[in-house]
């Protein structure tokens, strides 16, 4: 079964419909319809991965929710978070505080060749250490 569909086109679209359907041998309904196939077949194909993206993390989801070996995963998350701190970040002390086993005497020398540059920068300039 078809039905009738009334569309309003601009002339100059109407001239390019008439150029494409003379250059393919088509009539100019016949190329409408092409063009209405394929954004019909593009969207259906949108939605088809959209659809796989939205079971992809649906199935993600929760995955570490019964898991034991890494005890309370919020905490596993912040201490793994806390190890990429490094000892010129801003929040270096208070994070060294609440995991003093991921730093070690390295990154405390590290930590204060950081301060002393600044010092020293502060000194030499201070509106560049605002």
Do not use: C
Not at 86 to 113: C, G, H, S
């Amino acid at each position: 079964m078809t039905s009738r569909a009334l569309i309003s086109l601009g002339n100059d679209r109407i001239a390019q419909l008439d150029r494409i359907a003379k250059a393919r041998g088509l009539s100019r309904a016949a190329v409408i319809r092409e063009a209405v196939d394929r954004v019909i077949e593009e969207d259906a194909a949108d939605i088809d991965d959209q659809a796989r993206r939205n079971a992809a993390i649906d199935a993600g989801f929760g995955a570490w929710a019964h898991r034991t070996d890494i005890g309370d995963a919020v905490e596993w998350q912040r201490r793994e978070r806390a190890g990429w701190t490094r000892p010129w970040d801003d929040d270096y002390e208070n994070v060294k505080a609440e995991f003093p086993d991921l730093f070690d005497a390295e990154d405390d020398r590290q930590r204060q060749i950081y301060l002393d540059m600044r010092a020293k920068k502060a000194a030499d300039d201070p509106a560049e250490a605002a």
